[in-house]
Every structure is written in structure tokens, then in C-alpha cells.
């Protein structure tokens, strides 16, 4: 009975609905519509792009059409970033205003194949630099509080997905845990896969040796449903692994809590996800463990190599090829493409170029970004040895609940990269992780969160079925 009660909240449930009476699929599309304007209307800023004509389109394609796949009528919202045929993606940023890609980025094929209806694009900090989701025009708010942040750079998708009570999916991406903060703070389920696991296809680049397409949805079951489809072989990129998830319950796990991570976190974050732990003994057993390379170094090696990675990315942004341009009249080319970078770019994207240019500069490269590579393998290892003792590793998602826009403005940079300390490990490390809801703290969601070894996102599936029992 309990079972059939958590099987009616899946998207699973409900594209069978679909497939088998249609109206199924118009009516949550008829009412997920509502609820997404009425969210622009409150000024919730979820929505980058919706465009009602080519939905309604998609719907009709649906209607006649003969393959009725596992995704037949759900309506997904992807991140910025995630390139959509014909519908302007520009990663949350001004410069890429009106860049419409003549291509599908892969997921979205194979959501589509699936017989997904792309709903919109959402909201994200400008090209994922950011845990907020304040560096950019259109910033989400917390459902939950709408004086407070989302979390970032996938505010919108995590947002929205809260924020839904319709039959829904999302997709995100991240870097440096661009997923899993954005989960925790509007008290989501998602999952982010190993490096390489899903195409980066379409994806446009932060940092292309951690960039990761994940997702996003109200609890495991639809969080894996989506990993499924969109995981697996592709020729478009050279880094994806050729290996693909299926959602498989597997045996009780020895799992430890990285007590360094845990111990950095607030009080009232800490005493939620004790709570939650001290739950979950009655099914696994939970050890202590502690990462002080991990702690010690790992934000440091992750903002040397993003930012160095995404310093060359964005060097392509010159107002020639996509996005915005300006009269070029008189002007030589490099006062034209510094004129269209200072205009457009954030100042946190400004920042994130001058810092990567330096750390790779001829004399200072030794010092700073072979360095940090150095010291990611080292880092990568530490995981491993723990690995060979325990199936999963525990932290809380994020050290806070979601903070208020007023004292986000109040951190200096390098308080707010600090934040990222519990999710920037795995990131670095290329490790599959799941954030799920451990409870609430004054009204607000509290993210734990459980990293994986390389490939073995069943065992974050177990764990969240785990996490979910009520
Ligand atoms: N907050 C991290 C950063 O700003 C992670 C962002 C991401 O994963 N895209 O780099």
C-alpha cells in the first residue's frame, strides 16, 4: 500500500498514465503552464525562455505520434546552458543574448526520444560561475522564503522543481557542485553522475574537466528515471565514457560521514542531518572518516583549474561569431571585442578570466595550475583509499540553509567560494554524488548529501531510496 502511494508521485507513474489516455499529459501541461506564469508573475525568476507556441507544438507532435517512450508527456525544464534547437541558450549570460543553436545538445535528444515535452529553459548564474545564483540579470528565489537564494548556478532548475506541484523534471549542470547546492537549499532530490558518464554535448563549457550534465527532480526514483536517459554512449563526445545507469536497488552499504566536512558546517545544518543519520542506522551502518587532503586543498586546486579552464572558454566570446555584437564602425578589433566583453560580461565572470589567464601564464603556470592538476590526483586518491573501505562517503550537501540575498552581498569573494566546500571534492574528483532532503531548519530545507565511487550511481539510488523512507 505505502509502495503504490510513493509509486503514484513518480514521473514513472505518470507517463504510463500518459501513454495510455492521453489527456493525462494535456492536463498537467495545461496546469504546469499556469503555475510557471503565475511564478513569472510573482517575480520568482525560475524561467529564462518559455516560448508557449513551441510547446504547444511538442504536444501535438506527441499526440500523433507512434512512439510512446518512457518520458511520453513530462514536461522538463533544463538549465540555460544545455543547448535547445532553435530557442536562444546563453548560459545565464548577456553576451549570448540571441545565440539560438541550429542543434539539440544530446540529452535533449534522448529526451525527446523518450517523449519528453521541453518545457523551458531556467535560470542559472552566467556560465555556472557561482553558488547563489546571483551572478546574473534574472535572479531565482527561494520557494521557500522569497527573500532568500535558491542556490546556484542551478537555481532555476532546483527552484522550479520545488516549486511545481505538476508532474515535472529538470535538468542541471555542474562543475563544482552547480547541482547538488541548488538541491539542498530549495529541498530537492538530485543526482550528479560521474565525470563522463553523460554527453557534454551541447553543453556550453565552464570547465570542461569537470563539467557534468545531472538531474533534478522531487525525489530518487524521478532523479534516476532521468539520469537512465540521458546517460550512455556518445560518438559527438570524446570524453563520455560509453557507460550507461539503470536504476538498481542493491544490498545494505557500509557508508562513513566525512567528519572534516561535517564539522565545518553550521549548528543548525549539522543537527538536522545527525538527526537524519541517527534515522538511517536502523538500516546501514555509519562509520566516521575523515579527508585532510580533501579539506585542506581542494577548493584551492578547484578555483585555480576552473577558473584557468574557463578563462580560455570564454575567450571565444568576442562579439564575431555568437551572440551579441555591436557597430564595429571605425573601431579596431581589439577595442571592439573589449568593448562587448566589458559591457556584457558579470563581474564575477571578469574576475573568474583574470584570475585563470594569471594562474596559466607563462612563469606563473608551474606554480599555480600544474600545481593544482598535481594536487588533484592526490586528492582523487584520497577518495579511492576511502573507497576501499566504505561503499558510500556522507556530508551534508551545503555548510548553511539557503542565506539571504542581504548577506550574500555582504561575503567577499573568497567567503563565497568557501561555501562550496562540502560539494567542490567530488567535483574535482569526477564522483558521482546524489543530494537529497535530510529535513528542515526554521522553515528551511537542510541537503545531505552521499559521494559514490567512480560509476556506482546504483548505490546513490539505494541510498536515496534509504533517504525517502518515511
Ligand atoms: N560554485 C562553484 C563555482 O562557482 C560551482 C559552480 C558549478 O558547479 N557550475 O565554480
Do not use: W
Amino acid at each position: 500500500m505505502v509502495n503504490e502511494m510513493v509509486l503514484k508521485e513518480t514521473l514513472k507513474y505518470f507517463a504510463e498514465q500518459a501513454r495510455n489516455d492521453f489527456s493525462a499529459a494535456e492536463e498537467n501541461l495545461h496546469k504546469i503552464i499556469l503555475e510557471l506564469k503565475a511564478s513569472e508573475n510573482k517575480g520568482l525568476n525560475y524561467i529564462e525562455t518559455y516560448d508557449e507556441e513551441n510547446v504547444r507544438t511538442q504536444l501535438t507532435q506527441l499526440k500523433s505520434s507512434e512512439k510512446k517512450g518512457r518520458l511520453f508527456g513530462v514536461p522538463i525544464t533544463v538549465k540555460d546552458a544545455i543547448c535547445v534547437k532553435g530557442v536562444e541558450s546563453k548560459a545565464g549570460s548577456k553576451i549570448l543574448t540571441g545565440y539560438k543553436p541550429t542543434f539539440d545538445a544530446t540529452v535533449i535528444t534522448k529526451l525527446k526520444e523518450e517523449g519528453a515535452i521541453i518545457l523551458a529553459k531556467t535560470t542559472q548564474d552566467e556560465f555556472g560561475f557561482g553558488t547563489f545564483n546571483t551572478n546574473t540579470e534574472k535572479v531565482p528565489k527561494n520557494p521557500f522564503d522569497n527573500e532568500r537564494s535558491c542556490g546556484g548556478s542551478s537555481g532555476g532548475p532546483a527552484g522550479f522543481t520545488a516549486y511545481t506541484s505538476r508532474y515535472h523534471g529538470a535538468l542541471g549542470e555542474s562543475t563544482g557542485g552547480s547541482i547538488a547546492c541548488p538541491s539542498s537549499f530549495c529541498g530537492v532530490t538530485s543526482l550528479t553522475p560521474t565525470y563522463g558518464l553523460v554527453s557534454r554535448y551541447g553543453l556550453i563549457d565552464y570547465a570542461n574537466s569537470m563539467d557534468k550534465v545531472g538531474s533534478v527532480g522531487r525525489n530518487i526514483d524521478d532523479a534516476s528515471l532521468l539520469l537512465e536517459i540521458i546517460s550512455g554512449a556518445d560518438e559527438k563526445d570524446s570524453t563520455n565514457l560509453g557507460e550507461e545507469f539503470i536504476a538498481d536497488e542493491g544490498p545494505t552499504q557500509k557508508v562513513a560521514i566525512i567528519k572534516d566536512f561535517f564539522d565545518n558546517c553550521d549548528d543548525s545544518v549539522k543537527k538536522v542531518v545527525q538527526a537524519k543519520i541517527d534515522k538511517m542506522k536502523e538500516f546501514i551502518q555509519v562509520d566516521e572518516i575523515e579527508l585532510p587532503l580533501n579539506i585542506k586543498y581542494s577548493l584551492a586546486a578547484y578555483y585555480i583549474i576552473a577558473t584557468s579552464e574557463a578563462s580560455t572558454n570564454l575567450a571565444k566570446l568576442s562579439g564575431l561569431r555568437y551572440g551579441k555584437q555591436k557597430d564595429p564602425e571605425g573601431k579596431h578589433f581589439d577595442e571592439y571585442f573589449s568593448e562587448i566583453r566589458s559591457e556584457n560580461f558579470t563581474e564575477e565572470a571578469k574576475r573568474r578570466i583574470i584570475l585563470g589567464t594569471f594562474a596559466r601564464m607563462s612563469g606563473f603556470r608551474d606554480a599555480y595550475y600544474l600545481k593544482a592538476m598535481k594536487v588533484r590526483t592526490k586528492l582523487i586518491n584520497e577518495f579511492k583509499s576511502a573507497f576501499s573501505k566504505y561503499d558510500l562517503l556522507l556530508t551534508p550537501t551545503m555548510p548553511i540553509v539557503a542565506p539571504k540575498f542581504d548577506a550574500i552581498e555582504q561575503l567577499t569573494p573568497l567567503q563565497n567560494y568557501a561555501m562550496d566546500l562540502c560539494t567542490v571534492p567530488a567535483n574535482l574528483a569526477g564522483l558521482p554524488h546524489a543530494s537529497c532532503n535530510a529535513g528542515m531548519s526554521n522553515g528551511m530545507p537542510v541537503g545531505l548529501m552521499a559521494i559514490a565511487p567512480h560509476l556506482a550511481e546504483t548505490r546513490l539510488y539505494s541510498f536515496g531510496r534509504i533517504m525517502e523512507m518515511k
